[in-house]
């Protein structure tokens, strides 16, 4: 309201004109008032000069404020009204417009007829107390603004002096008005031909349901006629409202309904596409775990191979050291036999130095050194063999230790590999029993295990090959132990064989200088010599006990061979135990497709109750279609009768006249 104060005084101020104080203050009351929204302009009673209308025209035209103005009884004149009906033109807010009681002419009739032509928000025009009727031609202007109008539903034309030719002008505009639906023509003066007219108006005309005739000496029958010509009116504005109503129902419902069966179609479609991606991911999950169990069982596969690799090479290496006993062993026989050489040497000696003994006794003396230093050479040698023996014994019980603990190690991985095949054949069971009894609800929860298991594999996985290289490190390291101890008993070998060709020479020396003094040591010798024998039984003993122990040890590597074989043997049970798993899931998945094909026959099954519910909804829409055809039938004959109801009026108001006409003519006849 304060922009439409500020509009009219700044129009006011660019006209050079002094607003009008009774304005300014319905303005500011408007503005004071809480309302919001489009409120009512009421000017009712205010003298309004020309200029103000001009300014009012000019704010109006854009104004947005208003929709309802009152200028009843505000004595305009003819160039004011038009100034300010002609900015009303071009305003798109006001709906009602009350100029009672203005003393409108012909120029406000034109004027009111451009209003009507060109403005499209009027509602309803109260236009009583006015003399629109004194001017024909500007009232035919008026009610071509009538005709041409498509949005004014009330029209308010009492007391404007309106005879029978304007009561024409307005008859022929509503033959082309298509939204009036109330006239007020009360107290003009229409007369019988007037009342004619707008009853013929009333064939063409459908919309029109209320029409004030009451002071325009119109006869009762005619203003009858229009009352029933009203009335189907109404009914038939009633029907095709009905009508309408109806069909919108009717259109709402149909495309509720589509939009119900698009929904339910799609809704079945999102399903069964989803319960197809379900089921290829539980495929592909499941190919994954076979693949990654084949994985598992090769790299298995792959570790016994390698566990059986290093079993020969430990076999190997026992096959060394039992070649290195037995060559310790041809060493001893060597030396038994060069002592038995000595020993019959010795005696040959001591025989021929009994027979030579007055002879030579400085020969047998230097015979006598050298068996001595002999002897000691062979107790040397003989103290080395017990050692090697000793070291060889020493050898021996390593390489049993290593190979119990390499058994001892096979066993707990064998074991291992067996609880943890164990495990993963459980878990693999209590995957597939979760994936039948919930394959449709607990997805996630599948692909949850299923990333659990190919952790626990990755991390199993990765154990194993940490346990491989510890093994391959292991094995490594005893192979170099092995090269080592090798490289060494060779070493003291050859320094063994140098010491005792340095300790030959150096004992040969020293039989040279003691073969003076053997002489007096012969019992001595003998003793000694028995005493030799003695050891070289023991040492006999010692031999055959470390070829029993070889042999034991050969014995123990065949048991362990056999066990090996039993493990192999285990180890395709299983392998042969996964298969049939894997036949198993096999079996599970055709169970899978096999469900996957009763979901397609209940899919195509669900598309056929569809194709059935789309034929019975194209039945009722044919029902419909009948009823909605049957209903406009029942229009169509209600019309009809409403013709012949018009028809009968017609030939009654044609009897009227012509026995008005008759009646005339026999007054005019008495009277001449």
Not at 61 to 77: G, H, K, P, Q, Y
């Amino acid at each position: 309201m304060d922009e439409f104060r500020r509009l009219y005084l700044q129009l006011c101020k660019d006209h050079d004109t002094e607003p009008q104080e009774s304005v300014l203050q319905q303005v500011k009351e408007l503005g004071s008032s809480p309302k919001h929204g489009p409120s009512r302009l009421d000017l009712s009673t205010i003298s309004l000069h020309v200029d103000t209308c001009a300014v009012l025209g000019k704010a109006l035209s854009t104004d947005r404020s208003f929709s309802e103005i009152r200028l009843a009884d505000c004595m305009l004149n003819e160039e004011g009204a038009k100034l300010l009906l002609h900015g009303l033109c071009s305003n798109t807010m006001v709906k009602n417009l009350d100029l009672k009681g203005n003393n409108l002419r012909g120029v406000g009739a034109e004027s009111i007829g451009k209003l009507l032509k060109f403005n499209k928000s009027l509602r309803s025009v109260c236009l009583e107390w006015n003399s629109l009727g004194m001017f024909a031609s500007s009232f035919t202007i008026l009610c071509e603004g009538l005709g041409a109008n498509h949005t004014l539903t009330v029209l308010d034309l009492r007391n404007n002096q309106i005879t029978h030719d304007e009561a024409a002008e307005i008859a022929a505009a509503l033959r082309k008005n298509e939204t009036l639906r109330t006239l007020d023509l009360r107290w003009n003066n229409v007369g019988i031909v007037g009342g004619r007219e707008l009853l013929s108006s009333l064939q063409q005309n459908r919309t029109l349901t209320k029409m004030e005739l009451s002071g325009n000496n119109v006869p009762a029958d005619t203003i009858k006629a229009i009352e029933q010509a009203l009335s189907t009116n109404a009914d038939r504005i009633l029907l095709t409202s009905e009508y309408q109503d109806r069909t919108r129902m009717l259109t709402n419902e149909i495309d509720s309904i589509r939009k119900d069966r698009s929904m339910q179609v799609s809704d079945l479609l999102d399903r069964i596409d989803q319960q197809n991606e379900n089921m290829s991911k539980t495929q592909r999950s499941s190919a994954h775990k076979i693949g990654r169990l084949q994985e598992a069982l090769e790299e298995r596969k792959s570790s016994f191979n390698s566990l059986a690799a290093k079993l020969k090479m430990t076999e190997a290496a026992l096959a060394l050291a039992e070649q290195k006993s037995h060559d310790l062993g041809e060493l001893l026989t060597k030396s038994r036999q060069e002592n038995n050489q000595s020993q019959v040497h010795h005696q040959a000696e001591l025989m021929k130095e009994k027979e030579d003994r007055n002879a030579a006794e400085a020969k047998m003396r230097k015979d006598l050194g050298g068996v001595h230093d002999r002897n000691l050479q062979l107790e040397s040698k003989v103290d080395e063999l017990e050692r090697r023996n000793r070291a060889l014994q020493d050898q021996v019980f390593e390489l049993k230790e290593t190979v119990a603990h390499l058994n001892a190690q096979i066993k707990v991985t064998n074991t291992q590999s067996d609880e943890r095949q164990q495990r993963e054949q459980q878990k693999h069971k209590d995957a597939m029993k979760d994936a039948e009894h919930l394959r449709q609800q607990e997805v996630s929860r599948v692909r949850l295990e299923a990333e659990e298991t190919e952790r626990v594999l990755k991390d199993r996985i990765q154990k194993m090959e940490m346990h491989r290289m510890e093994l391959e490190e292991e094995i490594s390291r005893h192979k170099s132990s092995l090269v080592s101890e090798k490289s060494k008993y060779e070493e003291q070998m050859q320094q063994a064989k140098t010491r005792i060709k340095h300790d030959q020479q150096q004992r040969v020396t020293q039989l040279e200088e003691r073969l003076r003094m053997e002489q007096m040591s012969k019992e001595e010798l003998q003793n000694h010599s028995d005493h030799q024998s003695a050891q070289v039984t023991e040492l006999q003993t010692k031999h055959t006990g470390a070829v029993m122990e070889i042999e034991g040890l050969k014995r123990k590597i065949e048991e362990i061979n056999q066990e090996l074989a039993g493990k192999n043997a285990e180890k395709m049970t299983a392998v042969e135990k996964v298969r049939l798993e894997l036949n198993q899931q096999a079996s599970k998945l055709e169970a899978e497709k096999l469900t996957n094909t009763e979901l397609n026959e209940r899919l195509e099954k669900v598309e056929k109750q569809l194709r059935d519910q789309n034929h019975r909804h194209r039945e009722e829409r044919r029902d419909l279609e009948t009823e909605v055809t049957s209903l406009r039938e029942q229009v169509r004959m209600k019309d009809a009768e409403i013709n012949r109801i018009r028809d009968d009026e017609a030939q009654r108001a044609r009897m009227l006249q012509s026995a008005i006409n008759n009646y005339v003519g026999g007054a005019t006849g008495g009277r001449s």
